[in-house]
């Protein structure tokens, strides 16, 4: 029985994925000397941020010594978090406000599993803090997605078994860290990049939570 939806943050609650890659990409083009794709940043969806740095120089072919890639990495939260303060709740992505009401009102808890160190802050700056009754952020795990970790901690703090719980995830790493952790998946994006989710939506707009519900049901 379902008792719980896990919400990734960066791009399923808020449209914040895209300002990752602006702020990664400034990185790669003025301190590193070489352009990131979009196609590449998929890969740095759902990543901590020192995997993420560590993700780009490889893709370079280039190394830093450890105090540089501390202070770029530094650089890249400056630069992102100036993108995220000029945040308003226009940037909840589309259907999830509703889609949380009614998941609220069918008696299912609501977790935010996020390796973001920004979360909290990103969910005040739009709103929508206290909608969650638990948050699991990157100021609280050890290890980054596809690790099932923080999925595994959102259940725990909720006194729930993984299988009563649903990760709702843009990422592959995600979608991944939600298998491994033991729990149906639902991706948010395109089917043939989620492909080892359970089920994929490109965005919660029309989605009806009793109606996921039921599908879900139909495919264990
Ligand atoms: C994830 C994003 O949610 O958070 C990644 O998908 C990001 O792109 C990671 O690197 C860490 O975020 P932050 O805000 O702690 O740098
Ligand atoms: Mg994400």
């Not at 602006?22 to 020192?50: C, H, M």
């Amino acid at each position: 029985m379902t008792k719980a939806f896990l919400f990734d943050l960066d791009g399923v609650i808020v449209d914040t994925a895209h300002f990752h890659y602006q702020a990664w990409r400034r990185l790669a083009n003025e301190k590193l000397g070489f352009d990131i794709s979009e196609e590449f940043n998929e890969s740095l969806k759902g990543v901590s941020r020192t995997e993420s740095l560590e993700r780009i120089l490889a893709h370079g072919g280039t190394t830093l010594d450890e105090a540089t890639k501390t202070d770029y990495g530094t650089l890249k939260n400056n630069w992102y978090v100036a993108l995220v303060n000029q945040m308003t709740p226009d940037d909840i992505l589309p259907g999830i406000t509703d889609f949380l009401v009614q998941t609220r009102t069918a008696g299912i808890k609501i977790g935010l599993g996020s390796v973001s160190k920004n979360a909290r802050p990103i969910l005040e700056k739009v709103g929508i803090l206290d909608k969650f009754d638990v948050i699991i952020d990157g100021n609280k795990i050890a290890k980054g997605k596809p690790d099932p970790e923080v999925f595994l901690n959102g259940a725990a703090e909720l006194g729930l078994l993984p299988e009563e719980c649903v990760v709702f995830e843009d990422a592959v790493a995600g979608i991944e860290a939600g298998r491994r952790a033991g729990m149906k998946t639902v991706g948010i994006g395109k089917a043939d990049i989620l492909t080892e989710a359970t089920l994929v939506f490109a965005d919660l707009q029309n989605v009806q939570v009793a109606d996921l519900i039921q599908q879900l049901k139909a495919l264990e």
